[in-house]
T-cell receptor
Framework: AQSVTQLDSHVSVSEGTPVLLRCNYS??????LFWYVQHPNKGLQLLLK????ATLVKGINGFEAEFKKSETSFHLTKPSAHMSDAAEYFC???????????WGAGTKLIIKP | DADVTQTPRNRITKTGKRIMLECSQT?????MYWYRQDPGLGLRLIYY???????NKGEISDGYSVSRQAQAKFSLSLESAIPNQTALYFC??????????????FGEGSRLTVL
């Protein structure tokens, strides 16, 4: 069975400092992994995805994530936080079937001025 | 205009009432999904449809029903709403290729409160 664990429910950083949102997964298959972002009162948007190509994946708005099979992790990072990054971020795992997405519980990113 | 439109965006109703949430899309995708979001639980799949004649139950379909009226329209019904169905509901779409890689396109959500 697949599962995904987001290790922090809230992360607070100051504007201009690095962001790290942590995600561990469990999968019996070669997984595809995703980060989605949800801004307040908005729908969800794909931030980036890993589908067995390069292990370091670059996404929109300066975010990137590294797939580490040995650690079963897919942490999301950004070198310098911006106020507009304040949102909820979801780590998602897929086994490649058309509907079976397993969602993490989400991490709220708070940016302090 | 949004590619995936949900109506209503907000609804307050009473226990026992029938509620319908509607979703329409202009992306031309054949696959449509209904998810429910609860704080601290992420998203959970209620129903999904791969084409007009294909409807499938998801993880939490009890108490819900759906109708795929056309390729572009997918509605979710609560026949007799109960308070624990208070949640944020999302409609999403994909085509075959984006669906296989997990990329979904979401509406802005319908917030339902059942008193």
């Amino acid at each position: 069975a697949q599962s995904v664990t987001q290790l922090d429910s809230h992360v607070s950083v100051s504007e201009g400092t690095p962001v790290l949102l942590r995600c561990n997964y469990s999968s019996s298959y070669s997984p595809s992994l995703f980060w989605y972002v949800q801004h307040p009162n908005k729908g969800l948007q794909l931030l980036l995805k890993y589908t067995s190509a390069a292990t370091l994946v670059k996404g929109i708005n300066g975010f990137e994530a590294e797939f580490k099979k040995s650690e079963t992790s897919f942490h999301l990072t950004k070198p310098s936080a911006h106020m507009s990054d304040a949102a909820e971020y979801f780590c998602v795992v897929s086994d490649g079937s058309n509907y079976q997405l397993i969602w993490g519980a989400g991490t709220k990113l708070i940016i302090k001025p | 205009d949004a590619d995936v439109t949900q109506t209503p965006r907000n609804r307050i109703t009473k226990t026992g009432k029938r509620i319908m949430l509607e979703c329409s899309q202009t992306k031309g995708h054949d696959r449509m999904y209904w998810y429910r979001q609860d704080p601290g639980l992420g998203l959970r799949l209620i129903y999904y449809s791969f084409d007009v004649k294909d409807i499938n139950k998801g993880e939490i379909s009890d108490g819900y029903s759906v109708s795929r009226q056309a390729q572009a329209k997918f509605s979710l019904s609560l026949e007799s709403a109960i308070p624990n169905q208070t949640a944020l509901y999302f409609c999403a779409t994909s085509d075959y290729w984006t669906g296989r890689t997990g990329e979904l396109f979401f509406g802005e959500g319908s917030r339902l409160t059942v008193l």
